[in-house]
Structure formats: structure tokens, C-alpha cells
Antibody, heavy 114, light 110 residues
Framework: QLQLQESGPGLVKPSETLSLICTVSGGSISSSSNSWGWIRQPPGKGLEWIGSFFYSGGTYYNPSLKSRVTIFVDTSKNQFSLKLSSVTAADTAVYYC??????WGQGTLVTVSS | EIVMTQSPATLSVSPGERATLSCRASQSVSSNLAWFQQKPGQAPRLLIYGASTRATGIPARFSGSGSGTEFTLTISSLQSEDFAVYYCRQSNNWPPGPLTFGGGTKVEIK
């Protein structure tokens, strides 16, 4: 049974880089049919897709975040990661990792504050 | 970017009644439309994909319809566990286009 688990700091200072890891179990991150990505949800608000990578080729980002986002993969650990640079309070949210945009991890709250 | 608009923002329904939720796209998304359910403190769960196909394990009381720009999620007889927030999401031209979500409809007990 596929499981996704997010991990990383719950508090990040303004202007710094947010870094999160998603660990995948019960399935291989390197299957050619798979896509993996990140979605976020500010407290009390709606959902925003951040970006996804397709193991068959290509990484795609939300145009509104593209200049600050990087998603990369560590197949040896069956993990993928998110880096979001130059964060502000507006980046405070629950961050979810997801498989094919359909099956999500439980999420992790990241607060941007000094 | 395709903008998804859900209505109403809040729907008050009595247990056992039918609930009808709407989702409109700013341009055609064909049948590339999914519905998610989110309960407090939980991640969204996929209910419907391809506009009308129930995901694995989803009860038959949930049904989706529509294509193009107008979509509907119907819950035929609301159970206590169905009170939640529901989101639609389009995946037309993804990738390289973005996934975009509606603002959500909260289904609350009347």
C-alpha cells in the first residue's frame, strides 16, 4: 500500500529557504508511469499546486512560484524533495506531497516567522 | 491559467438529504476534472476522477457528472461522515499546464 510522509522544519525564517522531503513507501519512485509533486494549503484557505516531476521526463512548476521552487529526486532513498527560496509569511501553509496529484501524504505545517 | 469556481461556498444539508455541488471552469477542461473531500486536520482524499469515475473504495452515493466547463458532484443521501469541504481540480493540459483547484464548498449540517 502506497504511503507518503512529509518531513522537515516546521519553522522557517523570512528570506530563507524552505526544505521538505517526501519519503515514499509501498511503491517505487522510479516507475516510469509515476509522477510526484507538492501541493500547499495556507491555514483556512484553499489548495495550490506547487509543482510535479514525471519520472518519464520533465519537471513542471506553478508559474506563480517557478522562480523560487525546485523539486528533485533521490531514487536511492525513494524520496523527493521541495525547496522554496526567499520565503515570506505568505508561504506559511500545510505542505502536502502527492502521487499523480491524486494520493496525498498527511501534510506538514510550515510557518514562516522570525 | 484555468480558473475553477465552485458554488455555493457553503451548503447546509440535513442527514439523508441530497447534496449537489457545482464547479465551473473558465475554459473547457474536457473530462479532466477530479473531486476531493477534505475533513478537518486531514489531507484531501480523491473521490472522483475523469469527471465521473469513482476512485477505489468510494461509496456509490457519490457521483460526478459534466464535461467541458460545467461539473457537478452529487451526494445522494448525506451520511454524518460526509460533512466536509469538497474541492474540484482540473488537470487539462497537465503537464505542462498547471493543476488548478476550485475554492471549495463546505457541506455542513443543517
Amino acid at each position: 500500500q502506497l504511503q507518503l510522509q512529509e518531513s522537515g522544519p516546521g519553522l522557517v525564517k523570512p528570506s530563507e529557504t524552505l526544505s521538505l522531503i517526501c519519503t515514499v513507501s509501498g511503491g517505487s519512485i522510479s516507475s516510469s508511469s509515476n509522477s510526484w509533486g507538492w501541493i500547499r494549503q495556507p491555514p483556512g484557505k484553499g489548495l495550490e499546486w506547487i509543482g510535479s516531476f514525471f519520472y518519464s521526463g520533465g519537471t513542471y512548476y506553478n508559474p506563480s512560484l517557478k522562480s523560487r521552487v525546485t523539486i528533485f529526486v533521490d531514487t536511492s532513498k525513494n524520496q523527493f524533495s521541495l525547496k522554496l527560496s526567499s520565503v515570506t509569511a505568505a508561504d506559511t501553509a500545510v505542505y502536502y506531497c502527492a502521487h499523480k496529484g491524486d494520493f496525498w501524504g498527511q501534510g506538514t505545517l510550515v510557518t514562516v516567522s522570525s | 491559467e484555468i480558473v475553477m469556481t465552485q458554488s455555493p461556498a457553503t451548503l447546509s444539508v440535513s442527514p439523508g438529504e441530497r447534496a449537489t455541488l457545482s464547479c465551473r471552469a473558465s475554459q473547457s477542461v474536457s473530462s479532466n476534472l477530479a473531486w476531493f473531500q477534505q475533513k478537518p486536520g486531514q489531507a484531501p482524499r480523491l473521490l472522483i476522477y475523469g469527471a465521473s469515475t469513482r476512485a477505489t473504495g468510494i461509496p456509490a452515493r457519490f457521483s460526478g457528472s459534466g464535461s467541458g466547463t460545467e461539473f457537478t458532484l452529487t451526494i445522494s443521501s448525506l451520511q454524518s461522515e460526509d460533512f466536509a469541504v469538497y474541492y474540484c481540480r482540473q488537470s487539462n493540459n497537465w503537464p505542462p499546464g498547471p493543476l488548478t483547484f476550485g475554492g471549495g464548498t463546505k457541506v455542513e449540517i443543517k
